[in-house]
């Protein structure tokens, strides 16, 4: 009999199904103490007892795991100055440390970006600072390679 290991993926919130995401709402209304019960928050945001205590322990915003772990991005960008400083300037406001930066020689006015940052405790929310990154003009794509 082999060992299951558990597996974990990064997915966008437009991939997730609607299920998953209201019991991240209970789950938040539960810790706001905005509602008492289970069954409370579970009614409030259109679901049932049971589909979350099915989920609960399986689904989790992003930021709310990453405290203390290591981040790696993969991106893509267009070699233009000052890109790379907007990047690292959003990084540095959500309080994120910078481990490590690769950024390869630009191909056809294209460049590839390694960073690797520690979330720290005092770190913003990393799904905000993935999309601020993300809405940059001249990135073609942020993925998240991996989190220790």
């Known amino acids: 009999m082999t060992e299951e290991k558990t597996k974990y993926f ?30 409370e928050a579970a009614e409030r945001v259109g679901i049932s007892r049971s589909s979350f205590y099915k989920y609960k322990d399986d689904i989790l915003p ?25 990047l690292l300037h959003i990084v540095a406001v959500y309080r994120a440390n910078i481990l490590t ?3 390869s020689i630009p191909v056809n006015g294209v460049a590839t970006l390694t960073l690797s940052v520690e979330v720290r405790a005092n770190t913003g929310n990393v799904a905000k600072m993935v999309e601020e990154m993300e809405e940059q003009q001249g990135i073609h794509y942020v993925k998240i390679l991996a989190r220790e």
């Open 101 to 103: 930066i690769h950024q």
């Open 10 to 39: 990064v997915v966008k919130q437009r991939a997730v199904p609607e299920v998953l995401l209201k019991v991240v709402e209970a789950k938040k209304l539960l810790e706001s103490e905005q509602v008492m019960t289970v069954q």
């Open 62 to 86: 992003f930021y709310d795991n990453t405290k203390g772990k290591t981040v790696t991005f993969a991106m893509q960008m267009d070699d233009r100055q000052g890109l790379l400083s907007d």
